[in-house]
């Protein structure tokens, strides 16, 4: 393997801000390549002397991560310029501050987010080139080497050092802590028996963890800057959806690369990011959400697959016209209006898809088209949205990241049922189904963020709210297996997870993280409990 490979296969481990010194070094590199007149090195002399050696020579990373504006676009400045100044105490980050001068730190800053011409790119030769094999799974247990019910186990992302967090969800204490890639991102997926889950980076690092074993099996790079991944119960397929470059990737079970899709529209003139993927069980397929595409995208992952028309049919009997297989292959909705963010519903053949815009459509996957407009307003994320009955109708509701509301949908005839003021915009929505709450973040607005309300789901009105200190964020509720316990993040670098009783909401317990940024219940999860995110 050439240096440049090795560099990328480096395994990552410097936490996220602390990248942030040695990217505003990388980004001032490109506009300021020549020696200043008076010998001192400029910033592209500079980055090879103190950051090629972790962030590689052609900033796509090595031991440290990748150092591109993509990449950090929720760093903010003030922040990079405090780490580049005093580094980042136990990581491999040294302090500038006594090596850089104000003027060109002040540069760097200024830099940091200028795009990368021409933009990098990252072929199926870096890809299989980039897989990492952990350990052989020949010498793993078949059973869980611990003594807890392994479909009620937490998974907690640790955004602040970058690590995760394995909770005993009965116990509600941990029993395993590991590090992790860089950045975590759209949340970690598992294989129906519980063992396996799938962890995405920002850097584009996908991740498998062996749960019952507690360790990492596998890892390959996908993509430069990575949305997230998703997974088919059986753990044979892996779908991982791209900002850079504009691909979806498709890797089998061990990680192994089965092809990389470019990602445009029909006549191949538009390409296009691919803001996220989500697994469809009843419909053993990937649906994809693309960014700049009006289309959504279906990628069966059974093998026998009815087979894909392409072009104009004259007979779909006699095959008279062009067809590609079925398998692995995108079969196209296409609409008026670029979708980004989706709800499914519980079977599947519904996408509930809404616009950055605010431009909310309801697509069936089975007639390939708009059957509803969908009346929201500002930014909803309807990715965060959940389900349950009321009066004998099932219900929609979603956070908005713009609006201070929850909106509840109905789900007969797509019409709003009521709006429910919120202390500000906010990210995450959760209940279960045991539980006659509904907990929602107003981690979006400055004032409130501190703040988590509680719905009663059968009044539809907020009863309680629960509160840290002002100027923290509490975000992300998620339930044990039988919603007895609703577990909130404290997300905070000296952080924590906060256990509350789902009855009587009063506190029960902390448990000390460094920023958990996100828990997942692995019960939940695989069994697409109504009140969290699929």
């Not at 009863?463 to 509490?474: C, S």
Request: hydrophobic share 40%; proline share 5%; net charge neutral.
């Amino acid at each position: 393997m050439n240096s440049r490979n090795s560099q990328r296969t480096l395994a990552a481990r410097v936490p996220y801000r602390a990248v942030a010194a040695a990217v505003l070094v990388v980004a001032a590199a490109v506009g300021y390549a020549s020696a200043r007149a008076d010998d001192t090195p400029g910033p592209a002399g500079q980055y090879q002397q103190h950051c090629a050696s972790c962030h590689g020579a052609d900033r796509l990373g090595g031991s440290g991560p990748a150092l591109l504006p993509e990449n950090l676009a929720r760093l903010r400045k003030d922040e990079a310029l405090d780490v580049i100044r005093g580094g980042r105490t136990a990581t491999q980050m040294p302090a500038f501050g006594s090596v850089l001068k104000a003027d060109e730190i002040a540069a760097l800053g200024a830099w940091i987010y200028s795009p990368v011409v021409p933009a990098p790119k990252w072929s199926e030769a870096d890809i299989r080139a980039s897989r990492i094999q952990h350990v052989d799974p020949a010498t793993l247990s078949a059973k869980p080497v611990f003594d807890a019910d392994p479909m009620n186990l937490f998974v907690v992302v640790e955004g602040g050092d970058h690590h995760v967090s394995v909770l005993d969800g009965d116990r509600l204490e941990p029993i395993h802590r590991f590090p992790s890639r860089h950045a975590l991102h759209g949340g970690p997926k598992f294989t129906q028996d519980g063992r396996y889950v799938f962890f995405g980076s920002r850097d584009g690092w996908v991740t498998k963890y062996d749960l019952w074993n507690l360790k990492v099996v596998a890892e390959v790079r996908a993509g430069i800057n990575t949305r997230n991944v998703a997974v088919s119960p059986d753990g044979k397929h892996v779908a991982v959806a791209n900002y850079l470059p504009h691909t979806l990737v498709l890797l089998d079970g061990d990680l192994n690369l089965l092809k990389s899709i470019a990602v445009t529209d029909r006549e191949g003139k538009i390409s296009s990011r691919v803001s996220a993927v989500y697994e469809a069980t009843p419909r053993n397929s990937f649906v994809a959400a693309l960014k700049d595409v009006p289309e959504v995208w279906e990628i069966s992952y059974d093998p026998t697959a009815e087979e894909i028309p392409t072009g104009y049919i004259h007979d779909y009997q006699y095959r008279e016209g062009a067809f590609v297989r079925g398998y692995l292959n995108p079969r196209r909705t296409e609409l008026a209006e670029v979708l980004d963010d989706f709800f499914f519903t519980q079977d599947y053949s519904t996408v509930l898809g809404a616009s950055r815009d605010g431009v909310g459509q309801v697509v069936n996957l089975d007639v390939r088209r708009k059957i509803a407009d969908l009346p929201l307003d500002g930014m909803p994320h309807l990715g965060s949205g959940i389900t349950w009955d009321w009066q004998g109708r099932r219900v929609m509701a979603s956070t908005n990241l713009k609006a201070a509301e929850v909106t509840v949908i109905d789900m007969q005839d797509w019409s709003v049922v009521k709006r429910i003021p919120t202390r500000g915009p906010g990210f995450f929505l959760r209940s279960h189904e045991n539980s006659r709450y509904a907990f929602v973040d107003s981690m979006m607005s400055r004032e409130a963020k501190n703040v988590l309300q509680v719905i009663d789901k059968q009044t539809l009105e907020i009863v309680r709210e629960l509160k840290t200190d002002p100027g923290k964020t509490l975000a992300h509720i998620e339930f044990t297996r039988d919603g007895r316990y609703a577990l909130a993040s404290l997300w905070e670098m000296d952080g924590a997870v906060i256990v509350y009783d789902a009855q009587t909401l009063e506190e029960v317990k902390r448990l000390p993280m460094k920023k958990p940024v996100g828990k997942y219940n692995v019960w939940n999860k695989i069994t697409r409990e109504e009140g969290t995110s699929h």
